[in-house]
């Protein structure tokens, strides 16, 4: 980006150290104009409206997809990466249909992507069926919305897209096509899960949840089965969080729960034991006083669920040894801290998402509103120490 000219008041301050002239900024890049000097605003004041709209129609796009294959799940659309991790067509259609759909949006945008999947093992001889089956997934996804085939050749290059670093300068986006993959094969809860960064914050977020009913899911009766389910959930940056119907209601904004008594809170936690330390988490909600039992779901479905105050808590502890990696955090911490939450990891640090591919953090992550913060910071501490101590 090219630096100049001083005290301009008509130049658009895009973060803290870059001006650009607003007549070198290329459409679609929409912005609000402003008389206020420029060295008193910041990249914040974008309006990443068409990002948004962009990545609202590639994440719905995407779980149409994804709703289609949980639906019709078989055992031979599930394959064995080299990690050991089931891997879906369906994380490769969502991952391909993301990536063609924002580079289709923002043609003027330079496009950079960190994202799950790449397509190494796709592109070997014994993966032709299933690229096969996955293009012609896409294919019908994109014929829904009137969008003209792909290629294979198409498809594994968009799907490679996701290769990019991120980092601390410039827009990336990060995307986790399908996030909570254990869910989705389980026939549970799941996430598509976009965000962009932005100089290393994450300016938006999207976060879409086929399995997720639209009410709360706070003290529902699970007898109950036909709550309507299928929310989209998207925040920006200093705009708020909004939840709408996955298949297009208009959208009401959500806001977390505003709980100051621990006793009274509820608490998100991973479902998976090997994700997260349930041991750890419960010793933690007891010195909370916490008396509901621990809500335990798949993926960044928490983040959304938590940002409309179905619980007040999220507790994330991996086993030691374990990396985060961005896209698991980046839109469902957005959908959060617009909601008026607040994510750490255990130490309390903030969540830094401009390291790269990774969240180099402190033992854990823990998501909760700003009155709990403090009490739950502490008991996590003494929770550690104690279960160390243990040892
Ligand atoms: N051993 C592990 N520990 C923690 N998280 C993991 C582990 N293996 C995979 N994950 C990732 O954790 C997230 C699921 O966590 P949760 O338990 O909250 O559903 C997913 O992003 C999943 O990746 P993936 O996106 O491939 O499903
Ligand atoms: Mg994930
Ligand atoms: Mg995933
Ligand atoms: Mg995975």
Redesign the pocket.
């Known amino acids: 980006m090219s630096a100049s000219i001083g005290h301009n008041p008509f130049l658009l301050r895009i973060n803290s150290t870059n001006q650009l002239p607003i007549s070198k900024l290329k459409f679609p890049f929409r912005f609000s104009v402003s008389t206020t000097p420029a060295r008193n605003r910041t990249f914040a004041s974008m309006s990443y409206d068409t990002q948004l709209a962009a990545a609202k129609k590639a994440s719905s796009l995407a779980a149409r997809l994804c709703q289609k294959v949980q639906k019709a799940l078989l055992q031979a659309d599930v394959q064995s990466k080299s990690d050991k ?1 089931p891997v879906t067509v369906a994380d490769y259609g969502s991952q391909a249909i993301i990536s063609f759909i924002l580079q289709k949006e923002l043609p003027s945008i330079p496009f950079s992507l960190v994202a ?1 999947e790449d397509s190494d093992d796709l592109r070997k001889e014994e993966s032709r069926e299933t690229l096969h089956r996955i293009t012609e997934l896409v294919n019908e996804t994109l014929a829904s919305d009137g969008i003209s085939p792909l290629s294979e050749e198409q498809v594994l290059v968009a799907i490679d897209k996701g290769v990019s670093e991120g980092g601390p300068h410039g827009q990336h986006w990060v995307l ?1 096509p ?6 989705f094969v389980r026939g549970d809860q799941y996430a598509i899960a976009l965000a962009l960064l932005d100089e290393g914050k994450v300016v938006l977020g999207v976060l879409a949840c086929p399995n997720l009913p639209l009410a709360s899911i706070a003290k529902r009766d699970e007898s109950i089965s036909e709550d309507k389910t299928g929310c989209l959930f998207f925040a920006k940056l200093n705009a708020g969080t909004y939840m709408q119907n996955l298949d297009g209601s208009s959208p009401t904004k959500v806001h977390v729960s505003d709980i100051e008594n621990s006793e009274e809170a509820s608490f998100f936690e ?3 034991a ?3 330390s349930h041991d750890l988490s419960s010793l933690i909600a007891k010195k909370l006083g916490v008396k509901a039992p621990a809500v335990r779901i ?2 960044q479905a ?1 983040y959304g669920a938590l940002s409309r105050g179905d619980g007040a808590i999220y507790l994330r502890f ?2 030691k040894g ?1 990396r985060e990696k961005i896209w ?1 955090h980046a839109a469902g911490y957005i959908v959060v801290a617009e909601a008026g939450g607040v994510a750490s990891d255990a130490a309390g640090n903030p969540l830094d998402f401009s390291k790269g591919r990774y969240l180099d953090l402190d033992t854990g992550i823990i998501v909760t509103n700003h009155k709990l913060m403090p009490a739950l910071l502490k008991a996590v501490q003494e929770s550690i120490k104690e279960k160390v101590s243990s040892l």
């Open positions: 991790s799950e986790d399908i996030d909570g993959t254990k869910g991973s479902y998976e090997a994700h997260s798949d993926s928490k991996p086993r374990y698991d």
